[in-house]
């Protein structure tokens, strides 16, 4: 008997992990367990997932214990996993330690992974020590040749990197993904079908679209901002919480994106209020 899980990819995205040495807090908010919360939740609500994959900034500081604890919290999920760099972290001390890591020809943390009918492309748009860095011409070359082989093999394209590529009409715009318009050159000539664009850095969750691609951004495990939009003036706002990862599932017509939160300071109200929420019905898949 066939099983929506047959068809229905169902990819995790954690971002903006932000880990410190064991013992190191910073601005009272501590990251370890906060991301060990995520890997639980994950473990209780999506262990049908295809795939995980943690988009950058696993590190605040690029300590090599860091990543010790990075590798040592998301060891208790089973589930398939992907590593991304993000301008909090430093390439070559990740690499040192790395178990398995994603690696192309010219040692960049980035690749690829085909699951029912999509092709998941992760970039690597880390510079070490750089807060606004972008995608050299061996990057996107590698991607250029990615696209064209998935448009090929008639493969859905998602498409994950750390930096934000779209604005988003605020101050994370002056460090947002360096030269964009070189990335959006690559994707529209390559005529690949891309579904959906999903980023972190810039903490916090939005949609849209970013020339003509579903794009969106996700808050991750470490503060997220208030919508400080252009004109406002003071002081922009950061809260503890929600901490929260995207979960998407395709079946290559739809695409949904979802932000699920696991420290979330929102009340849940009575479930009584709501007995016709319990096991229900899903739509049948065709
Ligand atoms: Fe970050
Ligand atoms: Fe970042």
Redesign the pocket.
């Known amino acids: 008997m066939s099983s929506y899980t047959d068809d229905l990819l169902k990819l995790i995205v954690m971002?903006?992990i932000?880990l410190l040495p064991k013992g190191e807090v910073k601005r009272g908010l501590d990251t370890a367990p906060r991301f060990k919360l995520a890997i639980e939740n994950v473990n209780e609500l999506h262990a049908d997932a295809d795939l995980v994959v943690f988009a950058g900034?696993i590190t605040d500081k690029a300590d090599a214990d860091a990543y010790a604890v990075f590798d040592e919290i998301r060891a208790a999920s089973d589930l398939p996993q992907r590593v991304m760099m993000?301008?909090?972290d430093d390439r070559n001390v990740y690499l040192q330690h790395a178990r398995d890591p994603m690696l192309d020809q010219n040692q960049f943390v980035q690749g690829y992974e085909d699951i029912k009918g999509h092709r998941i492309i992760m970039l690597d748009s880390s510079e070490p020590g750089v807060l606004r860095s972008g995608l050299c011409a061996k990057r996107l070359a590698w991607t250029a040749e990615c696209l064209t082989e998935a448009k090929a093999q008639d493969l859905k394209i998602i498409l994950l990197l750390h930096h934000n590529p779209s604005a988003l009409q605020m101050p994370v715009d002056t460090y947002r993904l360096a030269e964009p318009e070189k990335l959006l050159k690559v994707l529209h000539e390559s005529q690949a079908d891309i579904i959906q664009i999903l980023a972190?850095?810039c903490?916090i969750t939005t949609a849209g679209s970013w020339g003509g691609y579903p794009c969106a951004t996700i808050s991750?495990n470490?503060h997220r901002v208030e919508p400080y939009l252009r004109g406002r003036t003071g002081q922009q706002n950061c809260f503890e919480a929600p901490a929260q990862y995207a979960v998407i599932m395709s079946d290559r017509i739809n695409c949904a994106v979802h932000f699920q939160s696991y420290v979330d300071q929102s009340t849940i109200m009575d479930p009584k209020l709501f007995p016709y929420k319990i096991d229900q019905k899903f739509e049948v898949m065709d």
């Open positions: 971002s903006d932000h900034d993000g301008n909090h972190g850095h903490h991750g470490q």
